[in-house]
């Protein structure tokens, strides 16, 4: 069965099985210190309720990986409705020196038939008047990347720094097309980040890409290698900043399925050392480590002596840029084998006790 087949009979019963939301319980905001382009400051995080993933909504059902579609009401949600979320959510955090703040829609910002346009214009107006706010940051498949989106956008806010985020997930199209299901190519991803870089003789516009490690029917060594070739891939091309996400298990998804019949497991947190340690050794632009379900059932996991020590380390070398120190656990063996023995044992899932 193709991946797509399988994915669109998967998303269809989770969509089934989810509850009905209301806008505002979909809702939220909080902030973080974070490192922006000109050094650590604040960020303001804040998520709107639109209709959801025009990928996972498709006939393909979306990422394998990605059950975000679970936080969208399904439904159109009205520019007024949005604008009136926003303003409530950005309302409840004090706007510091040095502030970025980032949306998510649960999709691409920049398709408006997610975000209408007088939504995402009326944002952007109450944003560029906010004088702390140094970036303003979005997400974006790349099909909704275009010169004219852009303009609209940036002569709107024209001395912000403008972030727009790309999830490419690899470069490796076998991978994408069927382990992830992403929809689409890296020629897509290419014609993107260019259309961005024309625009930086006129704007403060920036590209940030998000690589996924361990997807689905990946060894741990497979893991490791692909998510550093990635980070050079991107940075020659010109992107300005890498995100890494490491797998977590998101109920209602393949990968969950996976992991449930013993056939996946999240990636070890050595290796995202490992991962975060050869990256900063070889790639200059900034890196940043997601650690969201570190040391959970369905996250990153080593061992319980040392999964909090390590969450917190990554934690603080995302905010000064530095490669973590060495140290010692008695899991790590453990770890070495996996990955060692990963070619002969083509197991995705770990050494763990």
Known sequence: METQDLMSKIRKNAIERMEEKSSAELSASWTSRDLLYSGIGNTIFIILPTPGCAHALSKSGGCTMCSYIADSPLKKVSSSELLEIFNKLIKKHEIKPKTAVKIFVSGSFL?????????????????????????????SRP?????????????LIPKKIFEVSIGLESSSDYIK????????????????????????????IKSKAYIFVKPILTSEKEAIEDAVSTAKYVENLGVDRISFCPATIHKGTLMEILWRRGSYSPPWI???????????NSVKIPII?????FGTRRGPYNCKKCNKMFKNLIIETNLKQEIPEDFECECKDKWIADVKFSDYTRSTTNLKS
């Open 143 to 155: 099909e909704f990347v275009t010169e004219k989106i852009l303009n609209e956008c940036m002569e």
């Open 111 to 139: 398709n408006e038939d997610e975000l209408p346009k007088a939504a995402r214009d009326n944002i952007l107006k109450r944003l560029n008047m906010e004088e702390n706010v140094e970036e303003i940051v979005i997400e």
């Open 289 to 293: 480590m997601d650690t969201a379900g």
């Open 177 to 204: 097309k069927y382990k992830i299901n992403k929809g689409f190519l890296n020629k897509d991803f290419e014609r993107s980040i260019n259309i961005i870089k024309d625009l930086k003789s006129n704007y403060k």
């Open 270 to 280: 050595w290796s995202i050392l490992e991962i975060i340690k050869r990256v900063r």
